[in-house]
Each structure stands twice: as C-alpha cells, then as structure tokens.
Nanobody, 116 residues
Framework: QVQLVESGGGLVQPGGSLRLSCAASGSILTTYTTGWYRQAPGKQRELVAAIFSGGSTNYADSVKGRFIISRDNAKNTVYLQMNSLKPEDTAVYYC??????????WGQGTQVTVSS
C-alpha cells in the first residue's frame, strides 16, 4: 500500500516562504515522477511542480522562479520550497505519485494560506 504523508503547510504573510514535505515508504519517490498539485476553493486542481525519476523538474508558469521542487533520496522525501508567496498561492497542496499500470496515489493535502 502506497502512503504519502505531506507536512509543512500553514499561514504565512505575502512575500514569505514555506517548505512542504512529502514522505513515502520505500523508494517510490525516487523511482517514479512526483508532483505537487494545488486546489484553491472553487477551482480545479492544478499541477504546480514535478520532479522526474532522473531528477529533472518542471514548473507551472505561475510559480517559476519562486518555487523549487527537490528530492532527498536517502529520506524518500520530496520537498516544495515556496518563496515570495502571494495570496493567490493560497490552496490545499497535494503530493502525487503516478505508477504506470497501477495508478495514481495522493497524499491527504496540506493547507497553505497566504494572508496579511
């Protein structure tokens, strides 16, 4: 059973920073693509950033230059460093791993609120 556990959300002022963590048992985060998604109230869930098994990364245009996705292979953990946060970054953030021929797995989500 694949289990993803997210942490690191919270309330931060505009311009501030947060680091989200996504931990999993085993080596699935180093074997498959891991993505961070977010869903704001009344909006569809959207991909924020992804890191591929080889280490390359991809970002949504709205977060390029502000967010950094990274991975610690020894800890089986993927991080999302979020800098220069804006009120429009407010959302529930989810970690996702897609395993071919098996399925997509999601974490429980962590709330990020950017407000003064």
């Amino acid at each position: 059973q694949v289990q993803l556990v997210e942490s690191g959300g919270g309330l931060v002022q505009p311009g501030g920073s947060l680091r989200l963590s996504c931990a999993a048992s085993g080596s699935i985060l180093t074997t498959y693509t891991t993505g961070w998604y977010r869903q704001a109230p009344g909006k569809q869930r959207e991909l924020v950033a992804a890191i591929f098994s080889g280490g390359s990364t991809n970002y949504a245009d709205s977060v390029k230059g502000r967010f950094i996705i990274s991975r610690d292979n020894a800890k089986n953990t993927v991080y999302l460093q979020m800098n220069s946060l804006k009120p429009e970054d407010t959302a529930v953030y989810y970690c996702n791993v897609g395993i071919p021929k098996i399925g997509n797995y999601w974490g429980q989500g962590t709330q990020v609120t950017v407000s003064s």
